[in-house]
């Protein structure tokens, strides 16, 4: 079958084909039902995983009696925290990478406690589900349940239950001698705070307070583990970096990394949330002890109930201002939940806040809580969108109080190149001004509104992240191109690495096949996350595919004797400077490779650095139904600077997404727990993700700014987007209705209490 | 445990399996006809990845057991493409980008087919709610609900006039 | 019955006296069975320990899913004719307790004499779940936030119920007796339900608040029906809640209220008032108990409004 599908040519000026919009390669494979997911192996003799669950939130364990299920016919395997070595601390990650080992072997297997509802604490394979369900039944927990604590601020209190005995707050001087549920302390602190507030003519400072959310990736975590007789074990599984899962499956099974190889299948959505391992180590040590493959998918339940999800938070914040609208000094304090185990992204928040502004005085404290939640996990822009919930929607107020268009204060405070950002480094190239003129250029900006009706905008900022990438690319004997890369292609990637490969190669986007390798094939690459594939995979990709340039000019230089200086790399084909020679395509270097010195192949391996930050600025008009509370997106339109898009249509479905995401988090997504801390709502029916009959067509406009650090000036583009849609909701709802919301979800609920109690 | 033997037509072609009597017509396509193209994001009717049509309606095949088969035709994303290459919807997902991670696109490709199957010209609101029991969390449906609006309109000029 | 299939129950039978159920469970799956006619349903009930009846399974499966036990005995009603019918019969509107949802809005004379009803058996789930949702599994889940209870309330629909004893007829609005739980008798189930067909000047509605606009479950239903005279002035009015108490809540208040008076703001303004006081709701996942009260009466309001509407506009 081949695809019928045109690519449309809007290439950008200066590039042949980065810019344009191919059919993405997998593409055919995933309509068609071909492409396999997680779930999608089943290999002969596989036994069938499941994982026993704690019921309570926070508990101690006893005892485990399994010998019950060890004897149940069926049961092949059974597993506990004691099949598991016992991890310190140590290691650093970087970026959205970090980890610690002590808590992520104590996360994937319970030892001593429970620390969440859902918290495993023992495994089994067995020949069939129906069986390995009952083995979990039959195993036997004594627990002593402790008290619990969700809420931040009751974390914090002095008699709060304890998580960990020996969690020593970190960043606070003196060293507490006491363990507490505050894992650390993280500050901003620079200018005169005091001096700022005195030379403010307008001071808003509100409490906001924000629910734990989950990804809500479709794909259920899902692996097959395979440990043959050498002790080598094979895992295939979604995740979002398959050499972190070789590195955390290893680690926690006590082997060295090359003993384990992980082969990438199809990835169902991540978000951040297939940044770590749950299952994976669990299903190759009962391999291991059954001797035969395992497969563990996890349900929908177990998803919400261990997985994800980002923080739920309590965020003070205050922000003082000019009458003509100069942000002079801002101030607060956020305190993230962890979950179970130390780690939220609350100094992410604190940095990325105030980003897009240029702000002298500037004075905000972090606290990471551990709560009996599940450990948080990263979530597209980790820790920014509650912060700047926060912070946009009190700029709005600054706004209305100041009488100044919300988008003019937005550029009379614009940060832009060579301000110092609030989070330390000075800013190279940046298109956040950019991005807020596109939306007041827009002409939903100036669409008219009718009754209940109302407008709000927000914007919001991204580090984005670089870091180790690798790449392989051969020449084929056809003279087409394979481009082996480590990244997991969620949304796309495999076509933007074509692009970049075509436009160095200069064969056709058709002639390039991107493969995403396993960790055996290609060289180690850090996780799709933090916005990086792209921009540092992508310099792996142009810097392999250079190198197979300098090869290919020396070969044709090779035939025609001459220097290779004389041969010029044209439109993918070798030419002599003097243009007396028929050019040679990759077709015929390719031909005549075995003696020009063998196959045409070349690697590259970067460590990127300076991805370019990412803004976003984004306007939103809502209807709000007075006497039911329900909030209705009318329009959306939202403007990201890409740097440069090297397919649009995915760099468009990454704002869009990120908007979804950002307005189910806005109006109705939360984790709901009972007095119990059992979850109430682990099901896409009361874990309310938006339907496609929720939302409007999510109009896009592309900045490009050139990133500096990227020979394309790719910025990346996978988070920004939603980190301002809570706030551009919430400001239209005050547009609508003159209440200011300050807790998420903004539910109906919510919206029709504020409304009674504003005498509505 | 004794398995029940089920005859049914799926993707146009005769069919049989064995399947155990409480299981659903969503694992015996996937783990026992081996059709991978249905998908779990669920399995209790909440996310729309497992669409299939069952006797000319669509279904989320979670929430039928495999006995209720019999006799049945199912139509799955493995039988959209014909002879004749793609289906309109598969090639507009594919032109206009309405995949990203892709998990979703069965249930979607399924649920569009369904809806034009029975509604040829349908307004954008429509489709949103035609979808609605279809989950994406990648894309913000726009892409989606682009994707179905063209080909109706690509299956419109391709039908004869009349 | 089938010797094959008694022989099985039978089997399933002599099991069942002995191991504990949790083991029993593991050794014997479920078993389907699939009666074609209403004798042959009350016979396989009749001789089967925990057999459960089941339609479109909408809210069967994923009550599994969610660690409900399973019966012994799955007994799909769908292949009985009369269970998935939909008929005009006399004066009367039949329509099988098994039938898909979605049926119900393909049959135009349905949709034009009863749309409240074709809304709300229509507000049940995507349209997948509606090819299987039918009226009698939302009745006898027995949910206090089921969609189409309020709407066959109001509609004074009959339940057809099948057992041992043979053939008995119910007032819909006695099915459920509360969260879960109905008044069918053990070995009964569910045949059709049936509804008079409306007279002239009369309509009804059915209107739910969800926080999404598909893919949730009621915080509040409104159903309500009336007929109006000449001057547009109601002569009957039958208002009924969901979602807002164990079962549903009728408010005959707004009988008093409205009988003999048109839709003026201050009558509906009362009868908002009478709404929300009937209500006795919980507060949950999905809802408040203020919030359940206070939009219980506007829904109940939006719904008369409608269902004047479109009896003024179907005329005598
Ligand atoms: C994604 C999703 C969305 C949903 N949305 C809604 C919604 O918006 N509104 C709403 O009201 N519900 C909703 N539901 C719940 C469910 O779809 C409805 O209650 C539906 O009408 C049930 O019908 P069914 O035929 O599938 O019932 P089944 O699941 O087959 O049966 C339900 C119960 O009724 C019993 N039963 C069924 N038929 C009979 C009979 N003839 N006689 C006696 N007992 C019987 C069964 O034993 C079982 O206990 C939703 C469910 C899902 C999965
Ligand atoms: S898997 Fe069937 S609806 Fe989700
Ligand atoms: S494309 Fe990922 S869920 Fe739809």
């Given amino acids: 079958m081949t ?100 808590d992520l072997c104590r996360n994937v297997m319970a030892r001593d406690k429970v ?118 074990a094979t895992v295939f599984c979604s995740s979002q970096g398959h050499f972190m899962v070789r590195s955390h499956t290893a680690e926690l099974l006590g082997w ?32 291991q002890k059954a001797g035969r493959p395992v497969k563990i998918v ?59 502004y240029a702000i002298e005085n500037v004075l905000l404290e972090g606290l990471d809580v551990v709560v009996n939640m599940p450990k948080v996990a990263a979530y597209r822009a980790p820790g920014a969108p509650m912060a700047s919930f926060a912070s946009e929607t009190l700029l709005d107020e600054v706004a209305e109080q100041l009488g100044i268009d919300p988008l003019e204060l937005r550029l009379r405070n614009a940060a832009e190149e060579g301000v110092r950002s609030v989070y330390g480094p000075v800013y190279k190239r940046i298109g956040f001004k950019e991005t807020v003129e596109a939306v007041r250029d827009h002409p939903q900006y100036s669409t008219e509104l009718g009754p209940n009706q109302g407008r709000g ?88 595919c250079r190198k197979v340039v300098t090869d290919l000019r020396a070969r044709a ?112 997504e939360e984790y709901i727990f009972d007095t119990g801390g059992t979850m109430e709502n682990p099901g896409f029916l009361d874990y309310r993700m938006p339907v496609a009959s929720d939302l409007p067509m999510i109009d896009t406009v592309i900045v490009e700014v050139p990133n500096p650090g990227h020979p394309y000036g790719v910025r990346g583009v996978g988070e920004v987007g939603i980190v301002p849609p809570m706030a551009a909701v919430a400001n239209a709802i005050h547009d609508a209705t003159g209440l200011r919301m300050s807790e998420l979800p903004m539910s109906p609920v919510k919206v029709l209490e504020a409304i009674g109690a504003n005498g509505g | 445990m004794s398995r029940t033997h089920v005859t049914c037509t799926i993707n146009g072609d005769p069919a049989e399996f064995l399947c155990e009597e409480d299981q659903t017509l969503l694992d015996t396509l996937r783990d026992v006809v081996g059709l991978m193209g249905v998908k779990e994001g669920c399995a209790t009717g909440d996310c729309g990845a497992c669409s299939v049509i069952l006797n000319g309606r669509l279904n989320c095949s979670c929430l039928v057991f495999a006995p209720e088969a019999e006799g049945a035709t199912i139509e799955t994303v493995e039988g959209m493409a014909g002879p004749d290459g793609l289906h309109p919807l598969q090639e507009t997902f594919l032109e206009g980008a309405a995949l990203q991670c892709g998990i979703c696109t069965p249930g979607f490709l399924v649920a569009g087919k369904a809806l034009l199957d029975r509604n040829p010209d349908p307004t954008e609101e429509e489709v949103r709610y035609a979808v609605a029991g279809n989950l994406c969390r990648c894309t913000g449906y726009d892409k989606i609900v682009r994707s179905i609006l063209d080909a109706a309109d690509r299956m419109g000029e391709a039908a004869p006039a009349s | 019955m089938p010797a094959t299939l008694r022989a099985v129950l039978r089997g399933l039978e002599s099991a069942l006296s002995s191991p504990p159920e949790e083991e029993l469970r593991v050794r014997f799956a479920m078993r389907y069975v699939a009666p074609t006619s209403i004798e042959e349903a009350v016979s396989v009930l009749d001789g089967a320990v925990a057999a459960q009846v089941y339609a479109g399974a909408t809210d069967f499966i994923p009550q599994l899913r969610m660690g409900r036990p399973e019966p012994g005995v799955a007994v799909d009603l769908k292949r009985i004719d009369r269970l998935t ?38 507000l049940i789930g995507s349209d997948q779940i509606q090819s299987r949702a039918s009226l009698g599994g939302n009745l006898c889940n027995a949910s206090p936030a089921a969609d189409s209870v309020p709407a066959m309330v109001v509609n004074d629909g009959r339940a057809v119920i099948a057992g041992p004893g043979g053939m008995r007829t119910i007032p819909v609005a006695s ?14 189930f569910l045949v059709e339900l049936v509804f008079d067909r409306p007279p002239p000047q009369t309509a009804d509605a059915y209107l739910r608040f969800i926080p999404r606009t598909e893919m949730d479950i009621a915080v509040v239903g409104a159903g309500a029906r009336l007929t109006l005279d000449e001057a547009g002035r109601c002569q009957e009015v039958s208002v009924a809640l969901g979602a807002v108490a164990p079962t549903v809540v009728m408010v005959p208040a707004a009988e008093d209220i409205l009988v003999g008076h048109t839709l003026t703001d201050d009558a509906l303004k009362r009868v908002a008032a009478e709404a929300s006081a009937v209500c006795n709701p919980i507060d949950d996942k999905r809802g408040t108990k203020a919030y359940r009260r206070q939009v219980a009466g506007v829904l109940a309001v939006r719904a008369l409004k409608l269902a004047a509407d479109r009896a003024a506009r179907t005329g005598s």
């Fill in chain 1, 115 to 232: 620390l969440y509802e859902g918290h495993a604490l023992a495994a089994v394979a067995a020949t069939s589900r129906r069986e390995a369900l009952a083995a979990l039944a039959a195993i036997e927990v004594d627990y002593d349940v402790l008290p619990h604590v969700l809420d931040v601020s009751e974390a914090m209190a002095p008699d709060a239950p304890i998580l960990h005995d020996d969690l020593i707050t970190e960043g606070v001087d003196p060293i507490p001698d006491e363990p507490s549920n505050v894992a650390s302390r993280y500050v901003i602190d620079r200018g005169d705070i005091e001096k700022g507030f005195a030379e403010a003519d307008v001071i808003v400072e509100r409490e906001f307070v924000t629910q734990p959310v989950h990804q809500g990736y479709i794909e259920p975590h899902a692996v097959v583990a395979d440990v043959g007789e050498d002790g080598k």
């Fill in chain 1, 557 to 668: 230089a090779k035939v025609w004797d001459v220097d290779v200086e004389e041969v010029e790399w044209v439109d993918g084909r070798a030419q002599h400077v003097s243009g007396d020679r028929a050019p040679m395509t990759t077709r015929d270097l390719a031909a005549g490779a075995a003696g020009t010195g063998g196959p045409i192949t070349a690697s590259a391996a970067v460590n990127a650095r300076g991805a370019g930050v990412a803004f976003s600025t984004q306007v939103c008009d809502v209807e709000v139904d007075p006497e039911t509370g329900a909030v209705t997106i009318l329009r959306y339109m939202t403007a990201q600077d890409a740097g440069r898009a090297i397919h649009p249509s995915y760099v468009e479905g990454q704002m869009q997404g990120g908007v979804a995401q950002g307005i189910g988090w806005a109006l109705n």
């Fill in chain 3, 85 to 122: 019918d939909l008929r005009r019969e006399g004066n009367t509107w039949v329509i099988g307790a098994a039938t898909p949802s979605a049926r119900l809005a393909e049959e135009d004379d349905l949709v034009a004499e009863l749309p409240g009803l074709v809304e709300a058996a229509g």
């Fill in chain 3, 175 to 188: 099915v459920v007796t509360g969260p879960g739980t109905t008044s069918l008798a053990s070995g009964e």
């Fill in chain 1, 3 to 102: 695809v019928t599908a045109t690519p449309t040519t809007d290439s950008q000026p200066g590039y042949k084909w980065v810019g344009t919009r191919p059919v993405r390669h997998d593409g055919l494979d995933k309509v068609t039902g071909r492409a396999r997911y997680g779930a999608d192996l089943n290999l002969p003799g596989m036994l069938i995983g499941a994982v026993l669950r704690s019921p309570h939130a926070h508990a101690r364990i006893l005892s485990i009696d399994t010998s019950a299920a060890q004897a149940m016919e069926g049961v092949k395997a059974v597993v506990t925290g004691a099949d598991f070595p016992m991890l310190e601390s140590g290691g650093e990650g970087s970026g959205e990478e970090y980890y610690d080992p002590r």
């Fill in chain 1, 256 to 287: 060295e990394p090359s003993r384990v190889k992980v082969i990438p299948a199809e990835i169902g959505g991540g978000f951040g949330g297939k940044t770590t391992v749950y299952v994976e180590p669990v299903a190759a040590r009962l391999s």
């Fill in chain 1, 457 to 544: 905008v927000a914007s919001g900022f991204w580090f984005n992240f670089g870091g180790s990438s690798s790449a392989t690319v051969h020449i084929n004997e056809d003279g087409s191109a394979s481009v082996l890369t480590g990244s997991p292609d969620i949304g796309g990637s495999r076509a933007s690495m074509a692009l970049m490969a075509a436009e160095e190669l200069g064969i056709d986007v058709y002639d390039i096949t991107p493969i995403v390798s396993d960790t055996e094939s290609v060289g180690y690459t850090e996780v799709t996350g933090g916005s990086r594939v792209t921009h540092a995979t992508g310099m792996a990709v142009i810097d392999a």
């Fill in chain 1, 298 to 356: 996890m349900t929908r339940d177990e998803v919400f109930r261990a997985t994800g999800p980002t923080s739920g938070s309590k965020i003070r914040l205050k922000v003082g201002a000019t009458r003509d609208g100069r942000l002079t000094a801002v101030e607060g304090s956020m305190a993230y939940q962890a979950g179970a185990f130390k780690g939220s992204p609350v100094s992410l928040g604190c940095m990325c806040a105030f980003a897009p």
